[in-house]
């Protein structure tokens, strides 16, 4: 898999979902090297906190193949997924989770705590990037030109091994 690729497209949408002023996070699932979803955040645009990049990808992909289980897809995301996000991937069975930035307030990969570790059903395999300078960078342009200065950071510390 051509795991640049599938960010940089999580990265278009996730600059969409900045100009339309949200939060720019975006998302695509893949199966057997084809996109069967695709989700940006649109928390603001529809006023509805479920409204995460994660989500409405689960949603997409879950309507193109007429099936809740995810089996085989790897899912790329430009920020590290928060707990709700975490469930949803639990939940539609997702084999792979690749994110760009951490979120040391809200991710559930490693930054607060690692949701795929607890005794669920399923853990999906987590790998950090590819991109992920260009994930933390679209966030800090997003914040500082919404309040003149960053509200978001990359994180101070290097990532853990996952």
């Given at each position: 898999?051509?795991h ?6 999580a990265?278009?949408l996730?600059r969409q979902a900045?100009?339309?002023g949200d939060?720019p ?17 649109r ?6 906190a479920t ?6 990808a689960?949603r997409?992909a879950?309507?193109?193949t007429?099936?809740w289980r995810?089996h085989?897809?790897?899912l790329y ?14 939940n539609?069975?997702i084999d792979?989770?690749?994110?760009g930035a951490?979120d ?8 607060v705590?690692n949701?795929f ?5 399923h853990?999906p395999r987590?790998y950090q990037g590819p991109?992920?300078?260009?994930c933390e960078?679209v966030?800090q342009d997003?914040f ?7 509200d978001?950071a ?9």
């Amino acid at each position: 898999m051509d795991h640049q690729y599938y960010m940089g497209l999580a990265l278009e949408l996730a600059r969409q979902a900045a100009a339309e002023g949200d939060v720019p996070v975006g998302c695509v699932i893949v199966k057997d090297g084809q996109v069967i979803g695709r989700g940006r955040n649109r928390r603001e645009e529809r006023g509805d906190a479920t409204a995460h990049a994660e989500l409405e990808a689960i949603r997409d992909a879950c309507a193109r193949t007429g099936s809740w289980r995810l089996h085989g897809c790897t899912l790329y995301v430009t920020l590290e997924p928060c707990p709700m996000c975490a469930g949803g991937i639990i939940n539609a069975r997702i084999d792979a989770i690749r994110y760009g930035a951490r979120d040391e307030k809200a991710g559930c990969c490693a930054s607060v705590l690692n949701l795929f570790e607890e005794r669920f059903n399923h853990r999906p395999r987590i790998y950090q990037g590819p991109l992920e300078q260009e994930c933390e960078a679209v966030l800090q342009d997003f914040f500082e030109s919404l309040r003149g200065k960053p509200d978001w950071a990359p994180p101070s510390k290097p990532p853990k091994k996952i």
